[in-house]
């Protein structure tokens, strides 16, 4: 991808978008951009392509291998998929992780889990989902977990999720078992614990 200069939208115009306040976004912002910053230190031009992000997200999880994992969370960034997410791009889904409302985080989790688009969650998408989450916490976790974990995991989501039995979870069924189980809904702190 061709270095690329990126100016952001007017912090007036993102402050409107986002659940942050202009001093936040400015702080935000000299990370995302600036050399001598963890997160984004590979970034001056404003845009990270999937392989920088890889690479920035690999530093949080050292234990594990998160490059799986940071593809689904790219493409999760990447709302116009461009190959490229901006500093909008970042801060939109950053608000919705770290301010949003229960149905907005249920929201983004969808669209994370529904790795082809297609407005419906398979079990082969969260089970693509899930094996690379145990493969970013590496093999060092505790209690060890069988290698069989991930699918029995998403037999258990599955089970309580699809509602009518017809292989797919709808972004409805999705969003009413999440809410009304309490087990779900901390298993989804764990989702946002990861990022």
Not at 34 to 50: K, M
Not at 158 to 176: A, H, S
Request: net charge negative.
């Amino acid at each position: 991808m061709a270095t690329v200069r990126h100016r952001p939208e007017a912090l007036e115009l993102l402050e409107a978008q986002s659940k942050f306040t202009k001093k936040e976004l400015q702080i935000l912002y000299r990370g995302f951009k600036n050399p001598g910053s963890l997160e984004f230190q590979e970034c001056p031009s404003g845009v990270v392509n999937e392989e920088t992000f890889k690479e920035i997200y690999s530093q949080f999880f050292p234990q594990g291998d998160s490059t799986t994992y940071a593809h689904f969370l790219f493409n999760a960034f990447d709302t116009d998929h461009n190959g490229a997410v901006s500093f909008e791009d970042f801060i939109k889904g950053l608000s919705i992780l770290l301010r949003g409302t229960v149905q907005e985080k249920l929201n983004w989790a969808f669209n994370l889990y529904d790795i082809n688009k297609d407005g419906y969650i398979t079990k082969e998408e969260m089970l693509d989902i899930m094996k690379a989450i145990y493969d970013m916490m590496g093999k060092c976790t505790y209690p060890v977990l069988k290698e069989d974990a991930p699918r029995q995991h998403v037999e258990t989501f599955f089970q309580k999720m699809d509602k009518n039995k017809d292989g797919v979870v709808t972004i409805d069924e999705f969003i009413e078992s999440c809410q009304k189980d309490e087990n779900i809904m901390r298993s989804m702190q764990l989702f946002e614990n990861v990022i």
